[in-house]
């Protein structure tokens, strides 16, 4: 009797002792859960960071010439050309004279309300507008005397319209020149290479008419540019990335 009542009260501290294990495993279980919880965004925010940090560092930072598609890409490149109007067109077109498409597959972007691009590039290079599918309009980032106030919201939504186009068009030159609407392009291009990786090469010709000075679109996208070309050698003194191979038109 002795014996049985020992193997009850032994066998009672053993489940006992075995709900209590269960407890504290259940119990590092939810706090293991927790940590992890805490710990991926964490971990996320830290690889986030890493890959922008080396973004910027090649891109903006790096005095190295980052590596061109040179004998690494088959050609034709895939090229987007931004053009608006006025001058920012006729000096684009100007400079696709001489553009070999076999060479550079282009592709151009263009505002909703720019009604004169395209005939301008119809009666410059009529080659070049015989597919009119490579020709593609968003919204306009900025009208000619818009408030920068409300210029926001419409840079913003002609942003958000450039993400479908960019990543359909995947180009691997942009070329820019420097109208309004290049700067969503160039966003969108420049979003895709940070979180996609999908390299590019940015390539901004300044205006003729600029001597001394950039325009305010060189001065925002020269720090990104591959390539910054001007036409005077007086830029070439006062800014280091600026390549001076005189007027090209």
């Known amino acids: 009797m002795c014996c049985f009542f020992s193997y009850v009260v032994v066998s009672t501290n053993f489940l006992h002792s075995f709900r ?5 495993t259940h119990r590092v279980r939810c706090r293991l859960v927790e ?6 965004p964490l971990l996320a925010l830290i690889l986030l960071a890493t890959r922008i940090l080396w973004w910027l560092v090649a891109r903006v930072w790096s005095k ?11 050609l034709p490149l895939r090229t987007a050309v931004v053009l608006g109007s006025g001058g920012h067109t006729m000096e684009m077109l100007s400079l696709l004279k001489e553009v070999d498409q076999e060479r550079y597959r282009c592709d151009f972007i263009m505002a909703q309300t720019d ?15 015989k597919d009119l599918t490579r020709f593609h ?22 942003f958000l319209a450039c ?32 979180i ?3 390299r590019v090469s940015l390539i901004f010709v300044e205006s003729v008419c600029r001597v001394k ?17 001007v036409h005077w050698p007086e830029l070439v003194e006062r800014y280091a990335k600026a390549q001076y191979l005189g007027i090209l038109f």
């Open 213 to 229: 000075s950039l325009s305010m679109s060189g001065k925002l996208i020269y720090p990104f540019a591959d390539a910054f070309l």
């Open 115 to 129: 009604s004169s691009s395209l005939k301008k590039v119809q009666a410059t290079r009529p080659d070049l507008a």
């Open 20 to 24: 209590l294990a269960n407890q504290d």
């Open 196 to 198: 996609a990786f999908r």
């Open 64 to 74: 190295r010439k980052r590596r061109s598609w040179a004998g690494t890409a088959q």
């Open 163 to 194: 993400l479908g186009l960019v990543w359909e068009l995947n180009p691997q030159v942009l070329l820019v020149n420097g109208p309004g609407t290049c700067f969503p392009v160039v966003a969108a291009v420049l979003l895709f290479e940070l």
């Open 35 to 40: 940590y992890a919880a805490l710990a991926l």
């Open 137 to 158: 309009v968003i919204p306009r980032s900025r009208e000619v005397g818009q408030s920068w106030s409300s210029s926001l919201l419409t840079t913003a939504q002609a």
